[in-house]
């Protein structure tokens, strides 16, 4: 498709676990033109998750020449970018990653985790950088390398995630969002700068990381793209951060993200560190902070028993239909969906997937069903600290799992509150082209179109209760067994 005319359009870029995605959106929000790619997820070892920084770099490059084909000879007005938290690359002086993307999933490090909460020192990093001690932490990702691949470690001229990479490659210069920073358990949360007290600890200095920027800093001139080379490119945040401001910053909502991973979260006008450890809280810009949780459980569970446990030749949307089937409560199954380990609210790097209450009468319908609801009740465990501090009146859903409308129904009933989708479920995007907006001192269109809503129903939502309960004593019932 071309645009008419002179039709401007803004070009989201999200950075994601498993694929790249660039959209043109016009500048009420609505997708004009879309390109994704994706690619794979490395595990050379049990508990590793890698990637390939420059396989990244290059689908991310296809995926905008493709935009700029489709929409020529109009170019965007400005570029603007999120991704995913918590990756770490080592790279050389001339800018060569000498190591794989280690990713949000990896669980290396859980013993160093675990190490830094047997001695106690887990609160006191948490209260300086606004992210709870876990394996997916680059902080700990750090502290593994320098024991365990020393001379990488010592090689390495910069530590860097995977967005400031693609940057590197764009501008040949160094630059971290700070909400980006702020997950890295690195930043410190009063200062917005590197916490020198922590990076000590680790055997590094502020010379081995990132400059830490502002989420609205505009960049020009990228080596790889010279037809944009008068066009702004702004780094922007986190996807979790870009998808609150994509779908909405309004008191009171919830966005709940369910791709590979799953994220409850909330923007506050200020900082909140939680006396139990269950929530990060990052900040984002202009006194906005964001509270939330993520687990590592969301999307990617549903892949592995399509692809792994069933070996289904249906179509995913058919193979998930099929719960459908099958009343509220799966039939008394309960599914702890811990397959890659757990981050928020039990931060258990060795909790172990569990399918409680298996009987004759169960089909694969049953456990299609109890994977659904054990990924929502995660995120209902999650979302109990941060409903805690703020009242939340409805829940928006973004991710791939937009489109699930069980799951959606799902999650009203396991939350007793309505569910919006908004029109474009590709939310981190556009809250990236509203973050753009912002910086070009553009007015950023701020109302939100909902497509569908789902409402809760009272009963069901009671089967759940009993359930989530259910599902909160096995974990804890199972927890020591895990190790």
Known sequence: MGLKGNMEYFLGIDIGTTSVKSIAFSKEGKTLCESSISYPIHHPLPDWSEQDPEEIVRALVKTVENILHELHPQLP????????????????????????????????????????????R???????????????????KLLWLKENQKELFDKAYKFVGIKEYVFYK????????????????????????????????????TDNLSE?????????????????????????GSDGAMANIGSSEEPGSLVITVGTSSAARVILNRPYIDPGMRTFCYYINHNQWLLGGASNNGGIVLQWLHENLFHSEKAVTD?????????????????LPYLLGERAPIWNADAKGVLFGVQFSHSQASVVRASLEGIIYCIYGISQAIMEQSEILNIYATGGFARNEL????????????????????NSAWGAVKCGMMALGMEAFNGTTISKKYFPDAGIHSVYAKGFLKFQRLYELLKEEFI
């Open 407 to 426: 799951g959606l129904q799902i999650m009203a009933d396991v939350f007793s509150l309505p569910v919006l989708v908004c029109e474009t479920v590709e």
């Open 170 to 205: 764009l501008f040949g210069v160094y630059a971290v969002d700070v909400s980006v920073a702020s997950a890295t358990g690195l930043l410190n949360a009063g200062t917005l700068q590197w916490d020198p007290w922590i990076l000590e600890q680790i055997g590094i200095t």
């Open 319 to 335: 193979f998930l239909n099929q719960a459908s089937a099958v009343g509220p409560g799966s039939e008394g199954l309960i599914f």
């Open 77 to 120: 007005i400005l570029l603007s970018f999120c991704s995913a938290m918590h990756s770490l690359i080592a790279v050389d002086k001339k800018g060569m990653a000498i190591s794989p993307s280690i990713i949000w999933a990896d669980n290396r490090a859980a013993a160093i985790s675990a190490g830094i909460h047997k001695a106690n």
């Open 212 to 236: 830490v920027v502002a989420v609205d800093k505009i960049f020009y001139s990228p080596g790889i793209f010279p037809v944009l080379q008068n066009v702004p490119f702004v780094v922007g």
């Open 122 to 140: 887990a609160k006191v990093l948490y209260e300086h950088t606004g992210l709870p001690i876990h394996a997916m932490s680059p902080f700990c």
